[in-house]
C-alpha cells in the first residue's frame, strides 16, 4: 500500500454529498449552499462546484439517460448498481478528484450512498457486494461530510410528482416504485447516519427550505467550520 493520494492527505476545499429520498429538496439546497459558501465575506471568493450523480460528466450523464430510463431494470439490481459504478467512476475521474485537487469545495447530488440505499437496502443487493464495488470505484475519495435530507416519502413524492407535472415529464424508473421501495430508502439513509455519524448529519427536510437552508449551513460550520464563511451566517 502506498497510502493515500496526496488529493487526500491535502483537502484544503471540501467534499460535500447530499442524500435522501425522491424530492426531498437535495437540488434546492444545494443551490443555496453553494451561494452561501461562494460568496465568504471573510475569506473571499471560494470555488464550489455543483455537481450529481448519475451523471456529472459527459460520459456519465449518458448512462444517466440509459438507467434512468429503465433499460437495465430487467437485467435486476446489480447491473444497475454497475452502471451507476461506470458512471461514477468517469465522474471522479473528469470532475470530483480534479476540482478537490484544485482546493475547490464539490457539492454533489448523491452519490455511493445513494448505491446502498437505491439497489442495496432496496433493491436487495448484499452490502459486501456494494461494499466492494465502492471500494475499488470511490477508493479514498469518500465525502468529508453527508447530509441527509430526511422526510416522509409520501411528501418527497407528491413534491417530485408537482414538479414533474409543472415540467412536464413522466417520473424516471426509482421514482415510479411502490411506496414500500421508498419506505425501505428512508429507513436505509438513516440506517447509514446512524452507522457513520462522524460523517453524517440527518436535516429535517419537511420544514420550509429556508429553515433547511439554515440547518445545513448549521451542520457545515460545525463539522468544516473552515468552510464557513462567517460565524454570525451559520448561527
Ligand atoms: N440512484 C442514484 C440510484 O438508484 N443509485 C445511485 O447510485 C444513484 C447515484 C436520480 C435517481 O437515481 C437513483 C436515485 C434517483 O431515483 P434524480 O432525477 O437525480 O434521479 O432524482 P433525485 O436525486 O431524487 O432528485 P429530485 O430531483 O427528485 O429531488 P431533489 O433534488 O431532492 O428535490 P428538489 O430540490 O428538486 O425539490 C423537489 C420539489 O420540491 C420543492 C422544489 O421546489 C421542487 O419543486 N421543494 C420544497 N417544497 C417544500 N418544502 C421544501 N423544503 C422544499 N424543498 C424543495
Excluded: N
Aim: aromatic fraction near 4%; include cysteine.
Amino acid at each position: 500500500m502506498t497510502g493515500a493520494p496526496a488529493e487526500v492527505l491535502a483537502r484544503p476545499g471540501g467534499f460535500i454529498t447530499f442524500e435522501g429520498g425522491e424530492g426531498a429538496g437535495k437540488s434546492t439546497q444545494i443551490t443555496r449552499l453553494a451561494a452561501w459558501l461562494r460568496a465568504g465575506p471573510d475569506r473571499g471568493p471560494r470555488e464550489v462546484v455543483t455537481t450529481r450523480e448519475p451523471g456529472g460528466s459527459p460520459r456519465a450523464e449518458r448512462i444517466r439517460a440509459a438507467v434512468l430510463s429503465g433499460i437495465a431494470k430487467p437485467h435486476g439490481p446489480f447491473a444497475e448498481a454497475l452502471m451507476f459504478a461506470a458512471a461514477r467512476l468517469d465522474h471522479l475521474a473528469t470532475l470530483i478528484r480534479p476540482s478537490l485537487a484544485r482546493g475547490a469545495v464539490v457539492l454533489c447530488d448523491r452519490f455511493s450512498d445513494s448505491t446502498r440505499a437505491y439497489q442495496g437496502a432496496a433493491g436487495g443487493l448484499e452490502p459486501e457486494t456494494l461494499a466492494a464495488l465502492e471500494r475499488v470505484v470511490v477508493g479514498p475519495t469518500r465525502p468529508d461530510l453527508t447530509l441527509i435530507l430526511d422526510l416522509p416519502p409520501e411528501i418527497g413524492l407528491a413534491r417530485a410528482r408537482q414538479r414533474d407535472r409543472a415540467a412536464a415529464v413522466t417520473p424516471d424508473r426509482f421514482e415510479a416504485e411502490a411506496l414500500e421501495f421508498h419506505q425501505r430508502l428512508r429507513a436505509a439513509f438513516r440506517a447509514i447516519a446512524e452507522a457513520e455519524p462522524g460523517r453524517c448529519v440527518v436535516i429535517d427536510a419537511q420544514q420550509p427550505p429556508d429553515a433547511v437552508a439554515q440547518a445545513v449551513r448549521a451542520a457545515v460550520a460545525a463539522r468544516l467550520p473552515h468552510l464557513a464563511p462567517g460565524v454570525s451566517d451559520a448561527a
